[in-house]
C-alpha cells in the first residue's frame, strides 16, 4: 500500500466498456482498468462490472479505500433523476466511503475532449448523445430539446437490415448484402427474412449488441460506394448535423468547438460527411476539433474540480503521459 497518498477515482461508464482510472492528487496515474459495460440497459451485470472493476484499480494502485477523497463516475444511460435508483449502487463498494459524483457519460466526455471550454461533443457509438457547453456554463444535451440522433451502431444496423429486407438495394449493394448474410450465418435475403420474422435473437439486450456488432460493415460499405449504406448512414447524419445546429444555437460565438467521440461518428464516412455539413453552418461556423483527453481522464479532472484542486500544466502533463 502506498501510504499517505490521497487519491481520486475516475469511471468513464459507458455501455460497451467500463474504464476506471485512480490517481494521486499530483495527476499521476496509479492504475487504469477496463471491464464490461456499466449501463443495465446493455449488461445485466453492470453493477458486477462497475464495482469489480473499482476493486482492481484499486489493488493495482496499491491504495486502501480510506485513501480515496473523490469518485466522479459518468454513465450511459444516466438521464432523469429516476436512473439513481441503478446508478448509485454501480459504485456501492464496501468500505468506499468518499464523496461520489455521478453524471452522464457525456460530462466526462466533454470534460476530457475540450477541457471545460465551450463547445459540442457528438458521442455515437454504442449510444448517441449531443452535449454542449456554452460560454455561460450552461448545459445543454439535444434529449433537454426531446431530440435523439437515430446514429448509434445498432440503429445503423437495424436500419441496413429493413433496407435489405424491404428489396431497396442496387447491384452495388451486392459485396454488403454478401457481409450481412455471412453476419447471420444465412445464404439468401430469405433466410434472413424468416430470422427476422423470429425476432432474430429472444433477448433484447443481446439482440441489440448483435445488431451493434453489424455496424462497421455499414460504415465500410460507405466508404466503399454502396448506395444502401450511404442511404442508411446519411440519414444518421442528418439527425446529428440538426442537433449539432440546434444546440449552437445556444451559443454567442460566431465559431464553435465540435469534438467526435465514438466508433460510427469517429469513422472515415461519418467524419468526412459531417465536417463538409458542418463547413455549410446555418446558425454558426464550426471548428472540428480531437479530444484532448479520453473520458476516463475527463472523469478525473472532473474529480479535481470537485475537490477545488487548481489544475496545473505539471498535472496536465502527467496524464498526458499516463501510458
Given amino acids: ?183 447471420w450465418d444465412v445464404s439468401t435475403v430469405k433466410e434472413l427474412s424468416h430470422l427476422a420474422l423470429q425476432g432474430f435473437i429472444a433477448d433484447q439486450r443481446e439482440r441489440n449488441k448483435r445488431f451493434a456488432e453489424l455496424a462497421p460493415l455499414i460504415t465500410q460499405s460507405a466508404t466503399s460506394g454502396s448506395p444502401l449504406a450511404q442511404r442508411v448512414c446519411d440519414r444518421a447524419l442528418h439527425q446529428i448535423a440538426i442537433g449539432v445546429e440546434m444546440l449552437a444555437s445556444y451559443f454567442e460565438r460566431p465559431k464553435v468547438q465540435v469534438s467526435l467521440i465514438g466508433s460510427v461518428v469517429t469513422s472515415d464516412y461519418f467524419r468526412e460527411r459531417l465536417a463538409s455539413r458542418l463547413a455549410q453552418g446555418v446558425q454558426r461556423s464550426y471548428q472540428l476539433v480531437e479530444p484532448v483527453y479520453p473520458p476516463v481522464i475527463g472523469a478525473v479532472l472532473l474529480a479535481f474540480k470537485e475537490l477545488h484542486i487548481p489544475i496545473s500544466e505539471e498535472h496536465l502533463e502527467k496524464l498526458s503521459n499516463w501510458r
Fill in 1 to 183: 500500500m502506498t501510504q499517505n497518498q490521497e487519491v481520486v477515482i475516475g469511471i468513464d461508464g459507458g455501455g460497451t466498456h467500463t474504464r476506471v482510472m485512480v490517481a494521486n492528487l499530483e495527476g499521476q496515474v496509479l492504475s487504469y482498468v477496463e471491464k464490461g459495460a456499466s449501463s443495465i440497459y446493455k449488461d445485466a451485470q453492470a453493477s458486477q462490472n462497475v464495482r469489480q472493476a473499482i476493486e482492481e484499480a484499486l489493488q493495482q494502485a496499491g491504495v486502501d479505500k480510506a485513501q480515496v477523497r473523490m469518485l466522479t463516475a459518468g454513465i450511459a444511460g444516466f438521464d432523469a433523476e429516476s436512473d439513481l435508483e441503478w446508478v448509485l449502487p454501480l459504485t456501492d463498494v464496501e468500505g468506499l466511503d468518499c464523496t461520489k459524483v455521478h453524471v452522464n457519460d457525456a460530462v466526462v466526455a466533454h470534460s476530457g475532449a475540450l477541457m471545460a471550454e465551450p463547445g459540442i461533443i457528438v458521442i455515437s457509438g454504442t449510444g448517441s448523445i449531443l452535449y454542449a457547453v456554452n460560454e455561460e456554463g450552461r448545459r445543454i444535451r439535444n434529449y433537454d430539446l426531446h431530440h435523439y440522433a437515430a446514429s448509434a451502431a445498432r440503429f445503423l444496423a437495424y436500419d441496413a437490415t429493413y433496407e435489405l429486407l424491404a428489396g431497396s438495394v442496387e447491384d452495388r449493394d451486392n459485396a454488403l448484402i454478401q457481409e450481412m448474410l455471412a453476419f
